[in-house]
């Protein structure tokens, strides 16, 4: 999980955690994240007043959002 996302950069690796999403995603794109949990940031997103998205591309070039919680970073 990612507390503070003001330190990523874009471009950076990130992985999804498929415990943390909940069911608003297509199971199309639950299925690209099973097989291949780690994304690409390429920005942000702001989902409401408390929170940022993080706007990331899957393996097959979708972009996507997911929040905080949803991701993780690799080291």
Do not use: C
């Not at 955690?17 to 995603?25: P, T």
């Amino acid at each position: 999980m990612i507390k503070d996302s003001t330190n990523l950069k874009k471009g950076q690796n990130l992985r999804v955690d498929i415990n943390e999403l909940k069911d608003r995603l297509p199971d199309y794109i639950l299925e690209i994240i099973r097989e291949e949990p780690v994304v690409k940031l390429v920005g942000y997103k702001m989902v409401d007043g408390n929170q940022f998205g993080l706007v990331v591309k899957l393996t097959n070039g979708e972009i996507n959002w997911f929040f905080e919680n949803e991701l993780s970073e690799i080291m």
